[in-house]
């Protein structure tokens, strides 16, 4: 069996780490969820404003409330426009707050690490940090397949040639599926780098006759340039019964 999938990692937004597939939308991956819990918003107007807000993060970071360290990680990893002046993004500052809000057992900041060195290239430590993020004590329970699908689309598209961590991201994803395709599907591929054909035809075979499966994932399922598989008996999709035409296009 032939996947020939790319797979490409798209910019995080605020709140949840986003990745996907070139060819898959951000909204048909698993998604993490966040908590900003015992902070309260502020608005930052002046330069004042900042110091009185970093004063008042620190304050509660003292007073063992870790959320108030990724917020405060997450205002140093933008530029301020002040009324005042400007207020310089400072990296540095922010992955110290998201490092001291992980070890205090909070997921997210892996993951927001995590996209800080795939914005300078540096994947395995991105993977380093959502292992880390996978272990986390205070992890949701969709935090693992957050984790652990980002972790896949990183190896897939950037150390597919590493058993070690191909290896890696099928025992961190594997188990933890919950029924969704995508991540079916990205299990398919794993396995598939791997030389795994059994393992590539089981996971693609789930992934595309799911029936919680999005419309898209079935369209990709059948696309004869994202999927190749040798040997195949190609027949157009039935739309009363997918799963029945699938079935000609799995390896016999």
Do not use: W
Not at 92 to 119: H, I
């Amino acid at each position: 069996m032939n996947l020939l999938i790319k797979a490409i990692l798209l910019q995080s937004i605020f709140n949840i780490g986003i990745f996907a597939y070139s060819n898959i939308p951000m909204s048909e991956l698993p998604q993490m969820s966040g908590t900003t819990q015992g902070v309260k918003e502020r608005k930052v107007v002046t330069l004042n404003d900042a110091k009185a807000f970093e004063k008042d993060m620190k304050s509660s970071i003292a007073q063992g409330n870790f959320f108030a360290a990724m917020i405060l990680a997450d205002f140093f990893t933008a530029s301020h426009e002040l009324r005042d002046g400007k207020l310089r993004k400072n990296l540095a500052k922010a992955k110290k707050y998201y490092l001291l809000a992980g070890k205090n057992g909070l997921a997210r900041p892996y993951f927001k690490l995590a996209d800080m060195e795939m914005q300078v290239n540096n994947y395995i430590k991105a993977t380093y940090y959502l292992e880390l993020a996978y272990k986390s004590p205070l992890k949701a329970s969709k935090n693992l397949i957050a984790a652990a699908s980002y972790h896949a689309s990183i190896t897939l598209e950037h150390l597919n040639d590493n058993n070690t961590t191909l290896e890696k991201s099928i025992k961190m994803l594997e188990g933890h599926t919950n029924n969704i395709a995508t991540a079916e599907f990205l299990l398919a591929n794993l396995y598939n780098r791997l030389n795994a054909p059994r393992g590539a035809s089981f996971y693609l075979t789930k992934a595309c006759t799911n029936p919680k499966a999005s419309p898209f994932i079935r369209e990709l399922c059948f696309d004869p340039k994202t999927i190749l598989i040798e040997n195949n008996i190609k027949r157009e999709p039935n739309e009363n019964c997918p799963e029945c035409d699938f079935k000609n296009h799995i390896e016999r």
